[in-house]
């Protein structure tokens, strides 16, 4: 049936208003199609298009069938009532541009949910659904403020488990959601950080290359199943972080690309709008529309599947115009410079709009350069996020630690170097995905020694990126040592687990969360410089730091040991008197190391060194981290 059925649209004058000016941000609500009592409704932003229609199972694909019809309001935006079409409908834009009778069929830009890759049709769907996560949602303030413990697991959800038995297919959301949460809560991990979700037609992209802005993945379930993954997470105490990529879009041809014959979501000049190292298209900032698409998207996530946070991926890709070009190969901005400033205006609304929407979730920007203040608040002259990725800990670590022990005294100033910048932004300190891929082995195997030094030198970065201030991320496997490195198409290597090295690198990432929520001076001051104080960062020549966390009153001592040789009678200043528990030790037996430590603690002595009136005479064991606290 055509178009003949009375109807209403939902957009009201001011909603054209909003969009045209590039104030509104819940078009997930207008745009797209949306079932209601009759059919559906279909609204779609095609602005140079001559004729659209929609095309699907329903009609046969017949691009005469269902026509829409165009605004009189110079939005752009072409709409209808398409009568007895239900949910799961299978459906496309079928678009005539007005330029040079250009003819393609496009998937719906706001549809919820996708065909399974490589189908390319979108579906109809609506997202109703029972939430049961009440208790977080009014608690989640607490779990994702700046002044918490917070310690991410990062995830691809393809490959961090699969059913071998079963051609060794994927876990569905659901099937996650028996697995995932009781992990994370046996690991002790606050927060999960899931690679891209949203529908992305290759699957070795691991969602980087996203097409579906407001689609999860149909690869592993419907959006109720990933809304009931969301929610038991939720129910188990874990906070969710999704990544998000506004910095650019694939050119497959039912995409966004070349929508309605024109350059509409991306810049026409290859110089600003094609990514020449990820072959992809540049969102067009300075256009209305596509603000109100991007951070629409970015709210959708946070409304519809609860997100307590987004990661903004390639955020330096978007602030430098000459991002990996070469002279030449880019446009100066109307000042001459390098800075995309429609970028930079677009970060900061995106910021604004989720914060004043849900001033209880977290913004955190992959951002590897030093641009200042990106985070910030915008009134103040920053970008706005809540927490960015320390790219210069990550690199100047993994560096010192691929060190073999004897040479690392020549590289003592690595260590440190990142205490200088600490509190300049609010860091998390990621060990993240993008370290094990591509030849660059996993953590595990990029640690110097025999097998038993690659286990302690593992175990050492991971507790001194517990107890550097910052925030905590890791990838999956890191948590226990995977030997290979990481590949989408196969699951984690679960079975390392029945070793007692990897068992060991476990425990101690299980301790270090625990250790890590029940102390206050290892979290709340993470980003001030008041929560930090060296004890001593000179001893090179033995690769030997030690330093304190405190907050409130609470003072904890952390003494690292970087060589494989023990060291008895090290003498470290305190700042007090009295007994200093050893509360962990990363070459305790139970973590798989040799067993050198201080027998539960020392009792301070009033003999003066490193600036401080007592001291501690201690075991420091090879290639350790070791914890004190005053009792």
Not at 400 to 421: A, E, V
């Amino acid at each position: 049936m055509r178009n003949e059925i009375a109807w209403t649209s939902p957009l009201t004058d001011m909603d054209i208003y909003l969009f045209k000016e590039g104030n509104h941000f819940r078009l997930y609500d207008k745009m797209g199609a949306h079932p209601c009592e009759g059919g559906v409704r279909f609204a779609v932003w095609a602005p140079n298009a001559r004729r659209v229609s929609v095309v699907g199972d329903f009609n046969g694909w017949d691009t005469s069938a269902h026509p829409l019809n165009p605004r009189l309001d110079g939005s752009g935006i072409w709409e209808g009532f398409v009568e007895g079409i239900k949910v799961g409908a299978l459906y496309k834009y079928h678009i005539v541009s007005n330029r040079d009778d250009y003819e393609v069929q496009k998937g719906d830009p706001y549809a919820f949910f996708w065909e399974t890759p490589p189908k390319t049709a979108s579906i109809v769907w609506d997202l109703d659904y029972k939430w049961n996560d009440d208790e977080w949602m009014r608690e989640r303030y607490k779990h994702n403020a700046l002044g918490a413990p917070i310690s991410v697991y990062e995830v691809h959800l393809g490959s961090w488990r699969r059913v071998p038995e079963e051609g060794n297919r994927f876990l569905t959301y659901r099937e996650m959601a028996s697995y995932l949460p009781g992990y994370l809560k046996e690991t002790g991990f606050t927060h999960v950080e899931f690679l891209p979700v949203m529908e992305h037609p290759f699957y070795g992209s691991w969602g980087y290359q996203t097409l579906g802005y407001f689609a999860p993945t149909s690869r592993y379930g419907t959006p109720q199943d990933f809304m009931y993954l969301v929610d038991v997470l939720h129910q188990n105490g874990i906070g969710v972080i999704l990544d998000w990529v506004p910095s650019h879009f694939p050119n497959d041809g039912h995409g966004l690309v070349y929508f309605d014959g024109t350059h509409l979501y991306e810049h026409a000049d290859p110089r600003k709008g094609f990514h020449p190292d990820w072959k992809s298209c540049i969102f067009n900032y300075g256009r209305n529309e596509v603000r109100d698409f991007l951070i629409s998207s970015a709210l959708f996530w946070l409304d519809k599947y609860h997100a307590d946070g987004l990661r903004v991926d390639a955020v330096a890709s978007m602030l430098y115009l000459d991002y990996s070009r070469k002279d030449g190969e880019w446009i100066p901005n109307q000042y001459g410079g390098r800075e995309n400033l429609e970028a930079i205006v677009f970060l900061k609304r995106f910021n604004e709009e989720v914060y004043g929407n849900y001033p209880d979730v977290q913004t955190i920007a992959e951002e590897s350069t030093a641009w200042p203040m990106v985070t910030r608040p915008v009134y103040l002259g920053g970008l706005g996020f809540g927490m960015k990725w320390n790219m210069g800990w990550m690199h100047d670590t993994l560096e010192y630690f691929s060190k073999d022990p004897i040479f690392r005294k020549y590289y003592h100033n690595q260590l440190t170097f990142s205490i200088w910048y600490a509190f300049y932004e609010n860091f998390i300190l990621p060990l993240s995905h993008d370290e094990v891929v591509y030849g660059k082995g996993s953590l595990l195997s990029k640690m110097p020694g025999d097998e038993a030094q690659k286990f302690a030198n593992l175990r050492a970065l991971l507790g001194y990126q517990w107890l550097h201030p910052g925030k905590k991320l890791l990838f999956m496997g890191g948590e226990f040592g995977q030997w290979r490195e990481w590949d989408h198409e196969s699951s984690l290597d679960w079975h390392l687990l029945d070793h007692l090295g990897h068992q060991g690198v476990k425990r101690w990432v299980c301790d270090l969360n625990r250790l890590l929520k029940d102390t206050a001076a290892l979290y709340e001051r993470d980003f001030e410089n008041t929560g930090f104080e060296w004890v001593d960062f000179s001893d090179w020549e033995s690769s030997v730091i030690a330093f304190l966390r405190k907050a409130g009153g609470e003072e904890v001592l952390v003494v690292c040991n970087f060589t494989p040789v023990p060291r008895y009678n090290y003498r470290v200043g305190v700042p007090r008197g009295g007994f200093w528990r050893e509360l962990l030790n990363s070459d305790s037996q139970e973590y798989g190391g040799s067993g050198h430590g201080n027998l539960g603690g020392i009792e301070a002595t009033p003999v003066p060194i490193h600036g401080r009136f007592y001291s501690l005479v201690m075991t420091l064991p090879p290639l350790s981290v070791t914890v004190f606290k005053r009792v």
